[in-house]
């Protein structure tokens, strides 16, 4: 018996939508370009988020020792940086290995440092960062604990690079925050309004269904349904049409081309489920508002 009524008011909304079609299909189409924008930032944050990842494989810190640091502190120091979460240690530097670098790199103009009476430049152990997400490693305040221990003498780490990237997260994740707020405002207001013209367009019905006894949820239910439907077809056009301009702009270029500048990577699948599951639950709560005008719950 429960069987038959669900189906009952799975075809009821399939006939509601159907019967009106056209504001249907305007509908569905308006939601799949309102997800379609918010996938579309989700891919971009996702990718963002991994290149800057991936960058912070190249952002350094070097930790320079006084002259005379004995080889007992130079480990002790090593071991205490080896055990610092969030970075690795790629090497150390000695005087010798830096001014030879440094002459090297001067080339032709090497002799320049014949004049010098001693080699100027200090020892140093090099840090890679492994994670460059500022919530986890503060670097301000690990280079402030490292010139603490003894025998180092300077920290120098790339801070503009870390502090524009921590700038660049943080305007992403609250730039997503009010975008996806507004498209999902906007999602309820379309459903919304949509239920309200089919409940319009059928009040006739609806009274001769209250009048031969049919209790409130019985009509109701078959729009809150109507409402999902719109919301998950939505989504549904969304990550379609995501995924055709995905194949069309990335996938073909890296094929043709061969060298992509960036591998863009599509959504994971449980981020394209969860896009359809918040097109399919606003859909529920925009046609639960729609119907609350006509009904007493």
Known sequence: MR??????????????????????????????????LFASFLILFLNLNTWIMDWGQSVSMSVYLKDGTDQKTKEKIESLLKNLPGVELKGFTSKEKAFTDLAQGLGAHSGLLDGLKSNPLPASFELLFRDVNINQINPRKMKDEIEKIQG????????????????????????????????????????????????????????????????????????????????????????????GLYSMFFLKKVHVIGLPVLNIAFLPPDYLVSILLLGLVLGLIGSFIAIGRFFEF
């Open 3 to 36: 069987l038959r009524v669900w189906s009952y008011y799975f075809k009821h909304a399939g006939s509601n939508i159907l019967a009106n079609r056209l504001i249907h299909l305007i509908s569905i189409g308006t939601i799949g370009i309102s997800l379609l």
């Open 152 to 243: 180092v003498d300077e920290v120098q780490y790339s801070k503009e690079v870390l502090e524009r990237l921590e700038g660049l997260m943080y305007v992403l994740k609250v730039a997503g925050f009010i975008i996806g707020g507004f498209l999902c405002l906007a999602v309820l207001f379309i459903t919304t309004n949509t239920i309200k013209l089919t409940i319009y367009s059928r009040r006739e019905e609806i009274e001769i269904f209250k009048l031969v006894g049919a209790t409130d949820w019985f009509v109701k239910i078959p729009f809150l349904i109507e409402g999902a439907i719109q919301g998950l077809l939505g989504g549904l056009v969304s990550l379609a049409v995501l995924f």
